[in-house]
């Protein structure tokens, strides 16, 4: 599979897309009866950037993915396009290229066809929908794949017909939901690449649905977590894995240890608490104050355990070796469940010290979302 | 040690026959298979024996009479003109009603009302019928009432009563079937189809059609199978001296008026014949279509 800068340069001038200009969200919402799926999203994508909605199932992303599809109308809210309304045009007035979960190929067509459909709903010319398909194809390496049937191939042949026939009609807006989801992880990390590669060739603006926070971290200039129906936080990949605004958007970044505390004293930055019977100190991510609890998060990477050093006193339940590190569940003193690294093996039921990274650990006001 | 013996030979002519594939869930096919031996292939062979055995003449002289008298011939054309509108009807009734129904809510509720005719049997419905379009029924009273017509439409004991039987008991057949098929299609592919441009139409003729159309065929056959064996409602609807004298009619008069059971065969025969090479043709026409999965994706 070609890499990411040999695509690029390869990509051809006439699958540039569109210019859409801004897309704009203003207080999006979607209802299924009493239950809100989106409540009122703002959210500002930046003509030509790649925009991660993340978060788990249920929180709204394929909602507010289709919301901009058209596929759903909205129950409130307006979305623009270059400062031109488009949520009351239907999907097929809308000219954007979408790239489904399960594909969507169209079975009974070939893969020229495929690609070619959008084209052919436009009334393009034959020659020139011909160029584009073939420039499509060539985009996604699937050149000799044209006349198989969807059915003939292989999944991950398969996105990438889906993205091809996506990018062929030059949306100005590409829309892609959990597109690599059915695929197996070595795939998965090729097709990532080359998602990427083909937004910065074709300069369109991208908005990439998935509930994987690696996925949406290595792909995407901003990352939108969601929850709820709401928009937890939004910021670059950088911002969110190392200032999440909550406890949830810090859970869905990788803190699996979340665990109660005490704050025993703290300031505008830092604050020392107690949890699990011992003394931690880490960064206040909200304003807290010496009394009240406090909920602690850390990474199971900056939770290191060693047999002779100071933390949290617990028992290692079980340890696995996992190339240049051993990662691990221990038992607190108190009961708690926590995942830590450890640079050597120990024998389930061994004592430990877990020794938490004082700038890595996270702390936020209990109860806040 | 001489039941030890015979035990393991036991095991091992069943382990034989397993790896052949005759296992106990392989019996449980039989039932099924006597019940299809008794009642379908012994009548039919014997019927077409039967057939060949006329009261008089040369082994093939009952299909010779039956082609040779007009008014006996006449029959099939007679059926295939009934059968053939009718199940056009169906399914050009039942595809877009199909399509509204599987997007909507009490979707349930709909077709239970929709299927409602196909538990009411056919002489109920002649009867509602016979009361409904007849000379003195609701419908040429109400188009009396209102003035659209001064003397009553003849709507029964004539083709269109048997039709409209036929429609009326064909319907929720085609649209069940119909509906499975359309419900079998990925949603996600018109949604994709959507977003690429297409307007509904172009939805419906270039995605939902080619795909359908390998479902549309089986329920076309399977309708057709269903009307051309019309019987009560062209007696009771219908002019079973004339327009509607249609083939199992001819059947029936041979074996149980004439007492001919060799010439009522043999009719039967010919009709079983003109539907197979309807189902043939039709069945034929779909292998020039996509036959494979509905589905968006390999899966």
């Known amino acids: 599979m070609t890499d990411a800068p040999a695509l690029a340069t390869a990509s051809p001038p006439i699958l540039d897309a569109q210019p859409g200009g801004q897309l704009e969200l203003r207080g999006v919402s979607r209802s299924f009866g009493t239950y809100n799926a989106l409540d009122g999203i703002d959210l500002t994508v930046e003509r030509g950037e790649f925009v991660a909605l993340l978060g788990p199932s249920g929180c709204g992303k394929s909602t507010a993915l289709n919301c901009i599809a058209g596929l759903l109308a909205l129950s409130a809210g307006e979305i623009r396009l270059g400062g031109k309304r488009i949520d009351q045009l239907q999907p097929e007035e809308r000219g954007f290229g979408m790239v489904f979960q399960s594909y969507a190929l169209f079975p009974h067509l070939t893969v020229r066809k495929n690609v070619g459909f959008g084209l052919a709903m436009q009334g393009m010319p034959r020659t020139e929908a011909d160029r584009r398909i073939k420039e499509a194809l060539a985009m996604v390496h699937l050149e000799e794949q044209g006349d198989k049937l969807p059915g003939q191939l292989s999944g991950g042949q398969q996105q990438r017909v889906a993205i091809a026939r996506a990018i062929v009609i030059r949306p100005p807006l590409v829309l892609m939901d959990e597109p690599l989801s059915n695929l197996d992880a070595k795939l998965r990390l090729e097709m990532r690449a080359e998602i990427r590669s083909i937004h910065d060739a074709i300069g369109s603006t991208t908005i990439y649905v998935t509930h994987d926070q690696d996925e949406a971290l290595s792909l995407a200039d901003r990352v939108v977590v969601m929850n709820t129906g709401h928009i937890s936080q939004a910021g670059t990949p950088e911002e969110l894995y190392e200032r999440p605004a909550n406890s949830a958007v810090a859970e869905f970044m990788g803190f699996r240890n979340r665990m109660a505390g005490r704050v025993l004293s703290a300031d505008a930055q830092r604050a020392v608490v107690e949890a699990c019977g011992a003394r931690l100190e880490g960064i206040a991510r909200q304003p807290l104050v010496a009394g009240e609890l406090a909920e602690v998060n850390i990474r199971p990477e900056d939770l290191l355990a060693s047999s002779d050093g100071q933390g949290i006193g617990a028992e290692v339940v079980s340890i696995e070796y996992r190339g240049r590190a051993f990662f691990g569940v221990a038992k607190a003193d108190d009961g708690t469940r926590l995942f830590f690294r450890s640079e050597q093996s120990f024998s389930r039921g061994a004592r430990v010290a877990l020794a938490p990274a004082a700038d890595r650990t996270l702390l936020f006001k209990a109860g806040t979302p | ?299």
């Open chain 2, 1 to 299: 040690m001489t039941d030890v013996a015979a035990a393991r030979s036991d095991r091992s002519v069943g382990k034989r026959l397993a790896a052949r594939g005759f296992d106990g869930t392989t019996l449980l096919v039989l039932p099924g298979l006597v019940a299809i031996i008794a009642l379908f292939i012994y009548p039919f062979l014997f019927g077409l024996y039967d057939s060949l055995r006329p009261k008089a003449g040369e082994w093939y002289a009952n299909y010779a009479a039956f082609f040779s008298d007009p008014f006996q011939r006449d029959t099939i054309w007679a059926t295939l003109l009934l059968a053939l509108p009718a199940t056009i009807v169906n399914l050009a009734f039942a595809v877009p009603i199909a399509f509204r129904v599987r997007l909507m809510r009490r979707q349930k509720l709909l077709t239970t009302i929709l299927v409602l005719p196909i538990t009411l049997g056919t002489v109920l419905v002649a009867d509602g019928l016979l009361n409904f379009l007849g000379p003195r029924g609701w419908f040429n009273r109400v188009l009396m009432l209102i003035d659209v017509i001064h003397t009553p439409l003849r709507l029964t004991n004539n083709y269109w009563g048997v039709f409209a039987s036929l429609v009326i008991t064909g319907f929720p057949f085609a649209f069940l079937l119909t509906l499975s098929y359309v419900s079998g299609i990925d949603p996600a592919i018109e949604q994709a189809a959507a977003t690429l441009g297409a307007r509904a139409r172009q939805r419906f003729t270039h995605i939902f059609m080619p795909l359908l159309v390998p479902g549309l065929a089986v329920t076309f056959c399977l309708s057709f199978v269903q009307a051309f064996a019309v019987f009560p409602s062209a007696i009771l609807l219908g002019a079973p001296a004339g327009p509607t004298r249609v083939i199992s009619i001819a059947a029936y008069h041979a074996a149980f008026e004439l007492y001919d059971h060799s010439l009522g065969a043999a009719i039967a025969m010919i009709m079983a014949a003109v539907q197979l090479i309807v189902v043939v043709a039709v069945l034929g026409a779909r292998a020039l279509f996509y036959r494979g999965s509905a589905s968006g994706t390999k899966g």
